[in-house]
């Protein structure tokens, strides 16, 4: 089994910006890739940010030149930057993690509320 922990959410104002983080621990033995989802009430889970264990990364159009997803191989930890944060941005963010052959672990989420 695979856990993952979320860190770094919180309230920001427009403009701003916040860094989030996810660390991985249990099972882990091939890791395919990581990524960032968000989600809002009443609505699917999207991806925000992905990494692959080679390093491709891969953005969702409405944050390309703003988020930018990083991560640590040795910590099993990924990253996202988030800077000039719109009030749209609000939601919860959700890592995830993909591990070979097929396996798929989420976190629990943490918030993220932009103030406008």
């Known amino acids: 089994q695979v856990q993952l922990v979320e860190s770094g959410g919180g309230l920001v104002q427009a403009g701003g910006s916040l860094r989030l983080s996810c660390a991985a621990s249990?099972?882990?033995?091939?890791?395919?890739?990581m990524g960032w989802y968000r989600q809002t009430p009443g609505k699917q889970r999207d991806m925000v940010a992905d990494?692959?264990?080679?390093?491709?990364?891969n953005y969702a159009d409405s944050v390309k030149g703003r988020f930018t997803i990083s991560r640590d191989s040795a910590k099993n930890t990924v990253y996202l930057q988030m800077n000039s944060l719109k009030p749209e941005a609000t939601a919860v963010y959700y890592c995830?993690?993909?591990?070979?052959?097929?396996?798929?672990?989420w976190g629990q989420g943490t918030q993220a509320p932009v103030s406008s």
């Open positions: 990494i692959t264990s080679g390093g491709s990364t």
């Open positions: 249990g099972s882990i033995f091939s890791i395919s890739s």
């Open positions: 995830n993690l993909k591990h070979r052959p097929g396996a798929l672990f």
